[in-house]
């Protein structure tokens, strides 16, 4: 089993930045794959970002040039960084991990206001 952790979200302004944390723990040998999707009220949960343990990214097309992804092998964490946010930015964001199953943490609420 792999435990996934998550913090960092909050209230911000539009045009600000926020940055996502996201710790591993448990069967962290078995994931190469970690990212970060996310659900606003009333839609499907979408990806926003994913990682490989190679270091390999893909990013939606919503946050390109916005949002960074980030992860630390050695820590077992993968970073979101996300600057210039906009409302409909607005949504909880998981983090996810795939291994011998997917894993998802229990979610971080992100509003960022007009």
């Known amino acids: 089993q792999v435990q996934l952790v998550e913090s960092g979200g909050g209230l911000v302004q539009a045009g600000g930045s926020l940055r996502l944390f996201c710790a591993a723990s448990?069967?962290?040998?078995?994931?190469?794959?970690m990212g970060w999707y996310r659900q606003a009220p009333g839609k499907q949960r979408e990806l926003v970002a994913h990682?490989?343990?190679?270091?390999?990214?893909t990013y939606a097309d919503s946050v390109k040039g916005r949002f960074t992804i980030s992860r630390d092998n050695a820590k077992n964490t993968v970073n979101l960084q996300m600057n210039s946010l906009k409302y409909d930015d607005t949504a909880v964001y998981y983090c996810n991990a795939i291994g011998r199953t997917e894993y998802w943490g229990q979610g971080t609420l992100v509003t960022v206001s007009e």
């Open positions: 990682i490989t343990s190679g270091g390999r990214t």
């Open positions: 448990g069967s962290i040998f078995s994931i190469y794959a």
